[in-house]
């Protein structure tokens, strides 16, 4: 990311995690309770661990903005963690005459193993305190301000849960949000996202949502964990985001990249994904239409929002499948470093499934990667030059 940067720091039991956002325009109003929201929403969902009972995590505006606008220049957040009391000896950024003990035995599918081979460190918590996902908070916190940016141009993001283990919901942005984009039918695309909101697992689907939540319960009592898939679904972006003249400039290609590089996911699809391998190019492409009332449109939804690594109008859909925690109640077997002899992995407090909090870090991260687009579409270093150019957009062909 190079029009809009955002860099942040911290440990997960440290002092804070910090962010600094630049590139952002002059003028845009935010508050610390915008950011609140989404803050809150990530901590949600059904299959928590006790951490999210001890956070109450809340970002601290530090710089970029004064009077409720942002100046233009970069903004500083901060967000305390609240169990840091409990491990100011043990996370000391000063030397300390009697260290804990060191942990050497770790976990398979995390970043323990290959992080102390890579920093060549004897002890696994250097590693885990910065791989945790703890860090999203931050990211969230982040993405708060870049969806206050496109929420001026009528741009909104939300997610839901399609999958927890084996339990699949019955709804799909690619079909039934595309018919109701298709009749017009904004009531009931706002009843959907309250739906959504108020279910503990992010499901739009009310009896997918119980059968979910029972299989979360036996996973506890057996102690192991669950992963699952969501889809991430954008509306109201304007044509012609992203590019096909550059491989790195592919909106299709940065998303599924920011996407990828959350904790824990492990496939990105845009539309249909990897059904477009099952069915043939009839089945698959978009087909376009026009009427003079309506203008251009599209029936179906297969690309996702996508062409060419452009958005085309319709709504940006992602699926993201995300793998069940590495950290396990009952452990998984392996070495401890320090002699090499085989044990149960270390353990640590976790959730067992993460899922619905992991699309609001998504739904973060989109908003951070489209508001960069949009401000590379178009230009200027105030949300009024902004405004201003967004009216001049091209909604159909020239000369036509």
């Given amino acids: 990311m190079d029009k809009i940067r ?47 009972q001890i956070e109450r995590d809340y970002a601290k505006i530090l710089s970029g903005v004064r009077y409720g606008k942002t100046l233009g220049s970069p903004i500083c957040l901060l967000i305390e963690n609240k ?49 945790s996902a703890r860090e999203t908070a931050a990211r969230v916190a982040a993405g ?22 084996p339990v699949q ?27 959504i909101e108020k279910s503990e697992t992010a499901c739009a ?31 109201g972006l304007p044509i012609g985001l992203g590019s096909f003249t550059h491989w790195d400039r592919r909106l299709d290609g940065r998303i599924s990249w920011a996407m990828g590089a959350i904790n824990a996911m492990k496939c990105v699809e845009i539309g249909l994904g990897s059904g477009v391998a099952q ?16 203008g251009y449109y599209r029936k179906t939804n297969n690309a996702g929002g996508i062409e060419g690594g452009m958005s085309n109008g319709e709504p940006i859909v992602v699926r993201v499948s995300m793998k069940p925690l590495p950290t396990l109640s ?26 619905p909090a992991a699309v609001v870090v998504a739904e973060a991260v989109l908003a951070l990667v489209l508001a960069e687009e949009l401000c590379r579409k178009l230009g200027g270093d105030s949300i009024k030059e902004m405004h201003r150019n967004y009216k001049g957009l091209v909604v159909e062909p020239l000369g036509w």
């Fill in 279 to 294: 069915r043939p190019g009839s089945q698959v492409h978009d087909e376009l239409f026009y009427e003079k009332s309506r």
């Fill in 205 to 235: 689907d009310e009896m997918a949502d119980e059968k979910m939540k029972k299989l979360i319960d036996e996973t506890k009592q057996r102690g192991d964990t669950l992963g699952g898939q969501f889809e991430i679904v954008a509306i």
């Fill in 144 to 165: 708060a301000v870049a969806r206050k940016l496109l929420s001026e141009f009528g741009i909104r993001i939300f997610g839901h849960v399609t999958q927890i283990g």
């Fill in 330 to 355: 009952r452990p998984l077997m392996s070495v401890d470093c320090s002699d090499r002899s085989l044990k149960e992995a270390f353990s640590e407090r976790s959730d067992v499934c993460a899922v």
């Fill in 83 to 131: 169990d840091w009391p409990n491990w100011v000896e043990k996370m000391s950024v000063e030397p300390v005459i009697n260290p804990v003990q060191k942990l050497q035995m770790p976990r398979p599918g995390h970043a323990d193993y290959a992080g102390m081979v890579k920093y060549q460190h004897d002890d696994l918590r250097n590693i885990l305190e910065r791989s």
């Fill in 6 to 52: 955002f860099l942040t720091a911290g440990e997960s039991h440290g002092r804070a995690l910090t962010a600094i956002i630049e590139g952002l325009p002059a003028g845009l109003e935010i508050s610390e309770q915008d950011i609140l929201t989404d803050l809150k929403r990530r901590q949600r969902g059904y299959g928590r661990g006790g951490r999210m």
């Fill in 169 to 195: 919901s019955s709804f799909s942005a690619i079909v039934q949000l595309q018919n109701l984009m298709n009749t017009g039918a904004l009531d009931e695309i706002e009843r959907l996202l309250e739906r």
